[in-house]
């Protein structure tokens, strides 16, 4: 029998119920009326039991279940109305990077996007995942059962890093996935070619999907550390450098903001949502800017 995952603790589920409304906002404000949707309703079909989390409404618990089982569980329904959460993880060799924040890009943006998975499963919409390097790695349809959700959580609990990264060509090769228009959350460092990952996200853009980039980068990243003579190490090539950090430190922090604001500006041009996050802060204020 299968382990359950255990990358989303019982206290991120207790502080996730806070931001309910954060994924109802992208389908409310964004996708209103574009896709069926599993809401309740006496006109529905009924579709699953799922169990009940803290922060739910009691008068959703089915009390005969209860009466049978001592276990609170809620009936969902299937109608009209649909959200569809496409969630893009890379998992490229950069993401295992990991120097002043306690755990690794990967770590955190799995961590991330397992969060945004139980979100849209829990506000009984669906949600589909994909890692990815140089190529779909690994690909979930969308779902929205407890079972399609442990599969997810598994995936991104165990997910490691991999080859060389090619987030527009992931993306090409995943359109197909895309059934239909929805909501797609990347996660990435973005170590790739903007103009060709502007290309790539076009065709998505054009068909009325909405977009999240969500950046992770480790602290040390953004301030070059290290002290005296350094030896750096492409961690996706192998290519080796040597110099003093003390003589570049302040144009490589220069150029590394600038890069970081010309994603921005790109996102804002197209109508994108651009989210920064460190791995050694907490990413709950990124479900503040999404319900914002």
């Known amino acids: 029998m299968a382990q359950a995952p255990t990358i989303l603790r019982p206290e991120d589920m207790s502080r996730l119920a806070n931001y309910r409304f954060a994924v109802r906002m992208m389908a409310e404000g964004w996708l209103s009326g574009h896709h069926r949707a599993k809401g309740r309703g006496s006109s529905s079909d009924f579709l699953e039991y799922r169990a009940y989390y803290p922060g739910d409404d009691p008068r959703l618990v089915d009390w005969r279940v209860f009466a049978r089982t001592d276990k609170l569980q809620l009936k969902t329904f299937e109608n009209e109305t649909h959200l569809e959460c496409h969630l893009f993880v890379d998992s490229s060799a950069s993401m295992g990077y990991k120097e002043i924040g306690p755990i690794s890009k990967l770590e955190y943006g799995s961590h991330f996007a397992a969060c945004v998975a139980w979100l849209v499963v829990r506000g009984n919409d669906r949600v589909s995942l994909q890692l990815f390097d140089d190529q779909v790695r690994q690909y979930l349809p969308p779902g929205s059962t407890a079972a399609h959700l442990n599969q997810c959580l598994n995936l991104l609990e165990h997910n490691t890093a991999g080859n060389q990264t090619d987030l527009p060509q992931a993306l090409e090769r995943a359109r197909g996935f895309v059934q239909r228009p929805g909501t797609l959350v990347i996660v990435s460092d973005f170590m790739c070619d903007l103009s060709a990952l502007q290309a790539a996200l076009n065709p998505y853009l ?85 319900a914002r």
């Not at 969500?214 to 290519?239: F, I, N, P």
């Not at 950090?245 to 996102?267: F, T």
Request: hydrophobic share 40%; with cysteine.
């Open 206 to 290: 054009h068909r009325g999907c909405k977009v999240v980039l969500v950046q992770v980068l480790d602290a040390g990243e953004l301030s070059l550390s290290g002290q005296g003579l350094s030896r750096y190490v492409d961690m996706e090539t192998g290519e080796r450098i040597t110099c003093n950090p003390d003589d570049m430190r302040r144009v490589y922090q220069e150029a590394m903001q600038a890069r970081r604001q010309q994603l921005h500006v790109m996102a804002a041009a197209r109508g994108m949502l651009y989210l920064s996050a460190r791995t050694d802060e907490s990413f709950y204020p990124l479900f503040d800017a999404l």
